[in-house]
């Protein structure tokens, strides 16, 4: 798998939603030890601690948008990093997942689609297929040694 500055190498990686993102992420931090590792201004941090990572986003954040009806506005979701994505994808299709994002390539060097499991739950999967400097596309690296 590509490393890539832009995302915690950790495999799978909840995704926390909270009204107030920097207040959580502090809380976070102080009560349970997290370190901060990027932070995508107001909306979007991510933590670690040591091997595993969380991802704290706002309620809604355009990010986590599914479909056509708009923002997601769920209280978490499971990013999970794998190989190759489109393979990902065809497999999760000929299974029965509800595919919300069709495989997409973003600026911070990722290949992400998103679906939903039987139970209603959301789901990330991304590949990573470039190493992005966090800077190049508007994140604020705190820690991403």
């Not at 600026?107 to 959301?122: K, S, T």
Request: with cysteine; charged share 25%; hydrophobic share 40%.
């Amino acid at each position: 798998m590509i490393a890539n500055r832009s995302i915690p190498r950790s495999s799978v990686i909840p995704t926390l939603a909270y009204a107030d993102v920097i207040e959580a992420s502090r809380w976070l931090c102080d009560a349970f030890g997290f370190t901060e590792r990027i932070r995508i201004g107001a909306h979007r941090v991510q933590l670690v601690l040591g091997d595993g990572a969380i991802v704290v986003t706002a309620f809604g954040d355009a990010a986590d948008r599914g479909d056509a009806q708009g923002a997601w506005n769920g209280t978490h979701s499971v990013l999970v990093r794998v190989e190759d994505a489109d393979r990902h994808y065809e497999r999760a299709k000929r299974h029965g997942a509800r595919i919300l994002r069709p495989p997409a390539d973003f600026p911070y060097g990722e290949r992400q689609y998103a679906a939903e499991d039987i139970g209603g739950h959301r789901w990330t999967f991304s590949q990573s297929i470039a190493d992005v400097d966090p800077a190049s596309w508007g994140g604020v690296a705190i820690n991403i040694g």
